[in-house]
């Protein structure tokens, strides 16, 4: 069949190709992905060439399909599994797999399994496989493909870990009732975060996220403004460091002098790594959260308070699958809004340009719903189109403070234009 994917020929070059896709096997299905939302990754991995570590060998013969935050429907069964697998059946994926002691991951190493496609073929052994994320109509298709990088905040809020003076050990997670910052944090994953750790069971008390960019504070502040995390008994803060005379001094003062417990780093800046050092308290753990694309990297560390302050640096990147488990269980359960992140809407046809510019793309989470043709829109944007699409589009949103919806996405389904 004829299907429409981007895909990944080599460093900088990601092309929007219409091909054959060949007929599934016996132990395969055939699968309509639905929508799969944009990732830093895809970009670094795009720029880095053969320097990224996920760079898939051999992309100038077989290229791949790029996209691994993807949400999909079985639309046919191979023959030998068709007890086991329906048409209809929907899944996500937890993109970090390891198969038979082999890593791979959907957008990296698979040619005819990634999210950037209107059609996919999920392999026999990805297919009965713990990576594939069944869920059922109740829950939207855009809830599924985020919960892969809400699982890789979560599984970063788990790995953090405290230790106690004079006590053997660590404690694992944030800290109960303690001081967070997430420096850089206005963007689509430290928005995320915000949302997360406010409705898990372990929570800071005092939540500060920074940022230099005013457009990003205002939208950050607009889908979780601080009063909504009052009412969970949390004492949410945006800060933006450059209206600060010193910004070391401004944010512990915002601690009672105390610093802060837990430090998640968004965005890979030598500046922000620094300030995120200075503000420490005892015991504080700083998790470096965003990748960088530049191998050389470094920052200055005060290591007086690695030794007498017990402050450490640790890295996250992945996730596991109870991580993404845990995160569709909330969200079925109406305890997480993974929507707060996404702040444009597009199709496949706009991907290609979404993907290879992405730093300078404002906003947050572009979501991309690969069996639509249209261009990548601001939701705020929606009102200012000449199509009555966006208008209802717009008017769903508006009923959820500005943000995508179950609703929204069923009349995009339905209503959009094909690209096939």
Same mark, same amino acid.
């Given at each position: ?45 795009? +720029? ?13 013969? %077989?290229?791949?399909?790029? @996209? ?7 639309? +046919?069964?191979?023959? #030998? ?9 929907? =899944? ?7 198969? /038979? ?7 990296? +190493? ?18 009965? #496989? /713990? ?7 109740? $829950? ?8 892969? &990088? ?14 106690? !003076?004079?006590?053997? @050990?660590?404690?694992? @997670? ?27 069971? !372990? ?15 205002? +939208? ?28 070391? /001094? ?5 601690? %009672?002098?105390?610093?802060?417990? %837990?430090?998640?780093?968004?965005? &890979? ?18 998790? =470096? =959260? #965003? ?6 990297? !470094? ?21 596991? *699958? ?19 992140? *996404?702040?444009?809407?597009?199709? $496949? ?34 009102? !200012?189109?000449? %199509? ?5 589009? /717009? ?22 234009? #094909?690209?096939?």
């Amino acid at each position: 069949m004829k299907i429409k994917a981007v895909r990944l020929h080599g460093k900088n070059d990601l092309r929007f190709e219409t091909f054959d896709l060949r007929e599934i096997g016996p132990h395969e299905a055939l699968a309509k992905v639905i929508c799969d939302g944009v990732c830093m990754s895809s970009y670094k991995t795009l +720029q880095r060439g053969k320097l990224d570590s996920v760079y898939p060998p051999g992309t100038e013969k %077989d290229p791949v399909i790029i @996209g691994h935050e993807l949400a999909a429907e079985i639309i +046919q069964v191979g023959e #030998s599994v068709a007890d086991m697998y329906k048409i209809g059946d929907r =899944f996500g994926v937890q993109a970090a797999m390891e198969i /038979d002691g082999i890593s791979a991951a959907p957008g990296y +190493q698979f040619v005819e399994f990634g999210g950037a496609a209107t059609h996919i073929i999920v392999p026999d052994f990805v297919l009965k #496989s /713990d990576f594939i994320i069944w869920f059922d109509k109740d $829950l939207p298709f855009y809830q599924a493909a985020l919960g892969e &990088p809400y699982a890789c905040l979560i599984f970063a809020l788990y790995s953090n870990f405290h230790t106690e !003076k004079f006590e053997r @050990g660590v404690t694992m @997670g944030i800290r109960d009732g303690g001081n967070m910052s997430i420096m850089g944090g206005c963007g689509p994953m430290g928005i995320g975060c915000v949302e997360l750790v406010m409705n898990m069971d !372990k929570r800071p008390a005092l939540i500060v996220v920074t940022d230099t960019d005013q457009e990003r504070i205002n +939208q950050a502040k607009r889908v979780i403004p601080p009063e909504y995390a009052t009412k969970k008994g949390i004492r949410l803060m945006y800060v933006n460091t450059d209206l600060m005379d010193n910004p070391v /001094d401004g944010l512990r003062a915002l601690t %009672d002098e105390e610093g802060f417990h %837990d430090t998640y780093i968004m965005c &890979p800046v030598r500046e922000v790594i620094e300030l995120a050092d200075a503000v420490c308290a005892y015991s504080c753990c700083i998790n =470096f =959260f #965003s990748g960088p694309v530049d191998t050389n990297l !470094k920052a200055l560390i005060n290591f007086h308070q690695v030794h007498y302050q017990g402050k450490h640096i640790i890295g996250s990147a992945s996730s596991a *699958v109870v991580d993404m488990q845990e995160v569709i269980d909330m969200a079925r359960a109406g305890r997480l809004r993974t929507e707060v992140m *996404v702040t444009h809407i597009g199709g $496949l046809n706009c991907m290609v340009d979404v993907i290879t510019d992405l730093p300078s793309v404002p906003g947050g989470k572009k979501l991309i719903y690969t069996n639509i043709e249209m261009e990548l829109t601001a939701i705020e944007d929606f009102c !200012k189109k000449n %199509d009555p699409l966006f208008w209802e589009l /717009d008017a769903i949103c508006k009923s959820n403070n500005m943000m995508w919806s179950g609703e929204a996405e069923d009349y995009l389904l339905k209503h959009g234009k #094909s690209i096939i």
